[in-house]
């Protein structure tokens, strides 16, 4: 029985109680759901999905997990100190759950895929545990919760029956209804899965090969998007120049692209992420030519070491990075770039991370995501050996983030006195009679201004500059 049912089935109180496989759970209103999404943009999507899903299905979604009757961590794992931070939360909710015993508990995402069991070892208080590809089931999983009893798998060694859906490499259905975070800006998801295998990186273990969705699906999200009056989406994939490779449509990332430009009333495309190896003179032109493609782009490096690179599978020489940044800054002189930085990779010697120091300094970024080293299982590089030890490669970290900071302040300081065109996004997280948007090179301005101007694309004079920030002024709308 469906959530959908069982509402229509309610007494004239409001009041149904149900006994299900221990759960004694008493419904005045509807459940109310909090989600907390852990990592990057396709995991924020695919929780925006569950969440679309889950409100179709008569659920209520809410931002304080106090007041909840299912709580649901959507999980990451990408570095090892991501999954310490997930199972230190889940300790605290088990908490919970022993003052609330009718609380759902759930997991779904990466770290659920990559190792299931251990998850269930650690936590047999979980009601139920889903896979990358297995989350849209999550109103059919509550369902059983909330219905007619349990129709998942009982899990390998747990005292208790718990839902466990873990399956690998399964279609995702289209069409699902999605709970957009933002009202003006939205992620669509262009492709799951990688096929890359970085020597470092769990994503291919954990959300499987390459699947790109079919073009006419992607348009058609987007056409709606932008009929509801979103002005800007952001291509989503692990390696979106490679859209398009396993599938017997012939479009490729650039023509795809070409096909977005031409949604009416849409009027920003960006995209993340872009492998530097697969970027293409094609691709470049129609970042070049299209007018709605913004001038920022997401190229990470990982390291300015060729050995590094080597050692990292990553397909590229520093000198082609060079290269392909040269290349890019003649065809869109304006562009930004941000990247991602490994330090302390296994082997990385004090000349390797000047190497990376000096790329830094020559390119100038204007954002890198950093990070150290962190040794995943499974993984090619966790059997390395010449392992980094900590106190160096937080050291190397400082000086990166150090050097990083001051690129930006001096990038950020040439902008004073410009005019810039940004899209107005919100209300400022900082100030409440302030505004902020982002600039088509993806930099905030944060600027004094009514209320009605969210949503709207304006140009802002910039008046001062900071690291994180710049300040606006607004000229005309
Ligand atoms: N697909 C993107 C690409 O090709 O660069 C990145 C995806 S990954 C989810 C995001 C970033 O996490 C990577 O670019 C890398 O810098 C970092 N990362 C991945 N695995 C890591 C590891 N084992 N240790 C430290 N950082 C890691
Ligand atoms: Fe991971 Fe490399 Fe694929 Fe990016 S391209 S997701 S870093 S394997």
Redesign the pocket.
Known sequence: MFLDEFVKNKDDSGKIEMTNRGHNYIKRNSPKVYIRTYG?QMNEYDSETMAGLLENSGYHLIDNPEEAGVILLNTCY??EKVKHRIYSRLGELKKLKEEKPELILGLSGCLVQKEPEEVLRRAPYLDFILGTSSFYQLPEVLGQFLGDGVRGTKAKGSCRSMIVQVEEDRAIPEGMPKLRKRRFSAFVSIMRG?D?F?S????PHVRGREVSRPCKHILREIEELAQKGYKEVTLLG??VNSYGKESREKVDFADLLGFVDQIEGLRRIRFT?S?PKDLGDKLLEKMAELDKVCEHLHL?V?SGSNKILSRMKRGYTREYYQNLVDRLRQAIPEIALTT???VGFPGEEEKDFQDTLELVETVGFDGA?T??????KG?EAAQLEERIPEKTSGERLRRLIELQQKILLRKNESLVGKEVEIMVEEISKKSSDELQGRTRTNKMVVFKGRKELIGNIISVKIVASGCWALRGEVNSC
């Open positions: 990057c990408v570095r990688c890359n970085c470092y990186c769990n994503v692990q390696n992420t492998h990470p990982q991602d930085i490994i995501f990070f150290c080293y962190s040794p995943l993984t």
